[in-house]
């Protein structure tokens, strides 16, 4: 676990820079917008990403505390503050996933040279990274059999549309599915 | 705490079956875009809300089960399923807000009559829902002075950009300010 959450605490705080950089970007965007339906549009990613950095300052200090504890006994899900870190954690993977979805929006749009290569770089760092937390934690909840349902599991069961390229084909597959129940969009 | 939970139990259920109708709503347009990019970006926001939906499968029984509580020593932050309530409350507090962003922003696409008429509708009920989980919570981590810090409180100690009309003015306000630490746009 210590290995875990050291890689965790590399990978959260790579992130909140990364943030910082991508609001860094936004806020004269935001401020230069041609009309409010633009600037709705990057304010509330401005502010998605706020939500996602605010959460971070809490939940890296988390990670470092654990990191730091010598008792292996606190590991275990009978503890409330391990569940918590494990919760927490499972809500920055999707916090990753929808991030990586951002950069590659926001590249559609900032095409010149500067903003682009900054952009492709924070995405291929995030992608890796978000694979990387997925995985991590799938051995992580397989390990402690503890009864933490993760209620976003089926979107990551079938596919990953993030991966580059073609991931607009399996968009389009997926969708083929009709039905509207949890998990109808895989 | 059994009235506030009352309430909470009712607008969870009803944002729950407005996230179903805006993904029936969403997903010709997926599978109709023109191209990656509107795509992408209806799948984005689609995704988001599939993620939210699934959080209120978990968290609405929690709520419903609070409410049957016939021993009010359980409404204790002592408690840690109750601690775990008022975290998940706090952060679906956050899910209503996106929402509302979300809906305003389709709002600006889907101008035809039976579209915008249903988004308008379930608008006014997510702000008016927001406004009351807002302002009851503020109560109850009040109350309970327990150790959870609102990471977000800082956004909603100065304004609402969400009230209509003229958000887009407190927008542009709250851009003036510079430098991007946490909540330097209020």
């Not at 706020?50 to 809490?58: D, I």
């Not at 979805?101 to 749009?109: G, N, P, R, V």
């Amino acid at each position: 676990m210590k290995e875990e959450l050291s890689i965790f605490y590399r990978i959260f705080t790579t992130t909140k820079d990364a943030i910082e950089k991508f609001m860094n970007m936004l806020d004269p965007v935001i401020q230069n917008a041609k009309d409010d339906h633009e600037r709705l549009y990057y304010h509330h990613i401005y502010e998605e990403e706020e939500q996602r950095l605010s959460r971070l300052v809490e939940l890296i200090p988390l990670i470092s505390k654990f990191e730091k504890e010598k008792d292996e006994k606190i590991f275990s899900p009978a503890k409330n503050e391990f569940n918590r870190l494990l919760q927490e954690l499972n809500l920055e993977k999707y916090g990753l996933h929808n991030f990586v979805e951002h950069l590659d929006l926001a590249l559609f749009q900032f095409t010149d040279e500067e903003r682009s290569s900054l952009l492709k770089q924070m995405r291929d760092v995030s992608y890796q990274d978000y694979q990387q937390v997925k995985e991590m934690l799938n051995k992580i909840n397989e390990r402690f059999d503890h009864d933490y349902v993760d209620p976003h599991a089926h979107h990551d069961e079938h596919h990953d549309h993030l991966a580059p390229p073609g991931y607009s084909l399996i968009i389009k597959q997926s969708n083929k599915k009709k039905g509207f129940t949890v998990g109808s969009l895989i």
